[in-house]
């Protein structure tokens, strides 16, 4: 991705949800580099999502003073929440592909990130080339299908049906951010 396409994507968010993630976002290197260094990585890929869906639910119960968020408008706190994971794992991209030193970084696709512990190295740029050009054009209606076949066809098999639809709902998310 571009720094332009970086940016289109960081528009969609409201001004919470950026900062949020943020916060996101260091809470998760800090964990990646501390206590959950030995983790699979598998876990990194869902850890974003998972603390960006309680920091956005505890931020939201502090700014309104009512347990509203947790109950009321659960819905819209969860969608808020993975909002904040998103653009979490998107500024850790910003971070690895334009700020690290250049004796370290690569050019990193975002969607390599997200694939990580679900798609074998050996799979992962075919995979990745595959998701989008089937994803590029395709309504939001039909997107979470293609999405899920596609990752079906390159998935490590001892991936689970709960890890899978995590997945899918990841990159679902990824690509209507990207194709709006």
Do not use: H, W
Request: negative net charge; charged residues 20%; aromatic residues 10%.
């Amino acid at each position: 991705m571009t720094a332009l396409q970086f940016f289109n994507a960081f528009r969609t968010f409201s001004a919470d949800v950026l900062l949020l993630a943020l916060g996101v976002t260091l809470i998760t290197s800090l964990l990646k580099k501390t206590v959950m260094k030995n983790c699979n990585k598998r876990v990194f890929v869902f850890l974003p999502f998972a603390i960006g869906t309680v920091v956005y639910a505890v931020f939201s119960a502090l700014v309104t003073l009512s347990a509203e968020p947790f109950t009321k408008d659960l819905l819209q706190t969860v969608e808020k929440g993975f909002s904040c994971g998103l653009a979490a794992t998107l500024y850790y991209v910003v971070y690895e592909q334009f700020f690290r030193s250049p004796k370290k970084a690569e050019k990193t696709d975002p969607l390599s990130i997200l694939l990580d512990g679900i798609v074998p190295e050996e799979k992962k740029e075919e995979a990745i080339a595959s998701l989008t050009e089937k994803s590029t054009g395709v309504g939001r209606e039909q997107l979470s299908e293609v999405v899920r076949e596609t990752l079906t066809a390159y998935a490590s098999p001892e991936l689970s049906e709960a890890e899978t639809d995590a997945a899918v709902l990841i990159l679902t998310q990824y690509f209507s951010v990207r194709n709006a």
